[in-house]
T-cell receptor, first 114, second 112 residues
Framework: DSGVTQTPKHLITATGQRVTLRCSPRSGDLSVYWYQQSLDQGLQFLIQYYNGEERAKGNILERFSAQQFPDLHSELNLSSLELGDSALYFC?????????????FGPGTRLTVT | QQQVKQSPQSLIVQKGGISIINCAYENTAFDYFPWYQQFPGKGPALLIAIRPDVSEKKEGRFTISFNKSAKQFSLHIMDSQPGDSATYFCAALSYNTDKLIFGTGTRLQVFP
């Protein structure tokens, strides 16, 4: 158990809908990262937040957005969903003290868009 | 744009054998090279990591070999066990960008 929690575990929704995925980082970790894992694209970095501020952006679509709250939990919002958005979404967290960049991954949320 | 190339895509090894997975990168600005292990239905778990000022790092049965001039690094799993059967991802990170770039993954199957 990495200490990172994600909810829900599974999500099934229809095209055009909007969903919110939630992540709680490990205790003490200030950074939260979101990744998308699909069969054809592998593990893709989406976005990173550090202590409430956006730190880095990857291949995140404009239909997707994220935020990190004062209690450090994070939410990933996916809107106008398309069939191709079906994937596993992982959250990871890290401490980022000095050069300690170990990222610890949560169990993921499996999103199915029908 | 794939910046970390991983091979092979799949690997079948006999119990007790050595599993070798290779990765190559293009960006010389990478500072940190972790390996992740992922079991079906689970998130990736950090296995072992190396920084480019070190040529080898060993933790138990797992060893990373790093060749900075060739921009290649590899994971060796000694005495492979059926419990090692999983998908392995190499990755690279630049401290400047904070983006962890993953390889495409290697599915390892260890047969008894």
């Amino acid at each position: 158990d990495s200490g990172v929690t994600q909810t829900p575990k599974h999500l099934i929704t229809a095209t055009g809908q909007r969903v919110t995925l939630r992540c709680s980082p490990r205790s003490g970790d200030l950074s939260v990262y979101w990744y998308q894992q699909s069969l054809d694209q592998g593990l893709q970095f989406l976005i990173q937040y550090y202590n409430g501020e956006e730190r880095a952006k990857g291949n995140i679509l404009e239909r997707f957005s994220a935020q990190q709250f004062p209690d450090l939990h994070s939410e990933l919002n996916l809107s106008s969903l398309e069939l191709g958005d079906s994937a596993l979404y992982f959250c990871a967290s890290s401490v980022e003290e000095g050069e300690a960049y170990e990222q610890y991954f949560g169990p993921g949320t499996r999103l199915t868009v029908t | 744009q794939q910046q970390v190339k991983q091979s092979p895509q799949s690997l079948i090894v006999q119990k007790g054998g050595i599993s070798i997975i290779n990765c190559a990168y293009e960006n010389t600005a990478f500072d940190y090279f972790p390996w992740y292990q992922q079991f079906p239905g689970k998130g990736p778990a950090l296995l072992i990591a190396i920084r480019p000022d070190v040529s080898e790092k060993k933790e138990g049965r797992f060893t990373i070999s790093f060749n900075k001039s060739a921009k290649q690094f590899s994971l060796h799993i000694m005495d492979s066990q059926p419990g090692d059967s999983a998908t392995y991802f190499c990755a690279a990170l630049s401290y400047n960008t904070d983006k962890l770039i993953f390889g495409t993954g290697t599915r390892l199957q260890v047969f008894p």
